[in-house]
């Protein structure tokens, strides 16, 4: 079986995109699954945050992206393939405009690689642009991770607008695999209200487990690790495994 492609997409700025990718990764293989994670972010987070140093990589996604190069996949980083990025790929937007067809690009490099899989991660930029709307149309799957806070719910509908859109003329087996509501304190009253607004999305697309707010999850990733290796024992750490679970349970 080829693998799932799931995209982890959201617009807005620092919701957890790239945490989730890490993290659900690393559980995914956990679970005995095959795991490839796509950094498709100029900003490289992802690429960082599992310990790569994205400005000293010869070839990234940008270079099987823009040039139809064979994808450079970094192995087995605690159990999860990566292949990496760079700022060069801030360049691709413009490179690609007029190119015919641009929007498959993505699709057609995970095609070469999805045999050896069983899920590959796409971690999303936070824009509606080319790079985002390639993973789309790339995608089996969408998650969308949610922050609980006061301005939780705004840019949602243009969210679920862009995913109908691709749906609808590219991609029409996309299917939205679940929302998954981010950084959540309960010492908040609008972390309260939030989540009870995210939960009224619960008719368009599964509500997957809440991740709570912790310290430990940048302290992770500024020391370059997946949550668990940091620390297993804290209490985000089911929460991620349940995640990946659910995910393994519906998606593969
Ligand atoms: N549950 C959490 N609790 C506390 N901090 C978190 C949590 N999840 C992520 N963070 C931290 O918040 C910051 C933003 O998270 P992350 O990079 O995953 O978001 P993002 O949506 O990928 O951002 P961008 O849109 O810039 O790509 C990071 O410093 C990360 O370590
Ligand atoms: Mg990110």
Do not use: W
């Amino acid at each position: 079986m080829p693998a799932s492609i799931i995209t982890v997409f959201n617009q807005s700025g620092g919701v957890g995109k790239t945490t989730v990718s890490q993290n659900v990764g690393y559980h995914l293989a956990q679970l005995k699954t095959k795991v490839l994670v796509v950094d498709i972010d100029p900003q490289s987070s992802l690429t960082a945050f599992m310990g790569l140093e994205p400005m000293d990589l010869g070839k990234t996604v940008y270079n099987a992206v823009v040039h139809k190069e064979e994808p450079a996949i970094k192995h087995d980083i605690y159990g999860v393939d990566l292949l990496p990025a760079n700022i060069n790929l801030s360049r691709a937007e413009m490179e690609l405009a007029g190119v015919i067809m641009r929007d498959l690009r993505l699709k057609q490099v995970l095609d070469k690689v999805r045999n050896n899989y069983d899920v590959i991660l796409i971690d999303c930029p936070p824009s509606l642009g080319i790079l985002s709307i390639m993973s789309l149309v790339a995608a089996t799957h969408v998650i969308v991770p949610i922050q609980t806070e006061f301005k939780a719910l705004k840019g949602t509908e243009m969210l679920l607008n862009t995913i109908m859109e691709v749906i609808n003329a590219a991609n029409p087996d996309l299917k939205i695999a679940g929302i998954i509501p981010t950084m959540y304190d309960n010492r908040l009253s609008q972390a309260g209200k939030s989540l009870e607004a995210i939960q009224q999305l619960a008719q368009l697309a599964k509500i997957l487990p809440i991740i709570p707010r912790a310290t430990d999850f940048a302290n992770a990733s500024q020391d370059r690790l997946p949550l668990a290796v940091y620390n297993s024992k804290h209490p985000a750490v089911k929460v991620l495994h349940d995640i990946a679970q659910i995910l393994k349970g519906n998606v593969l």
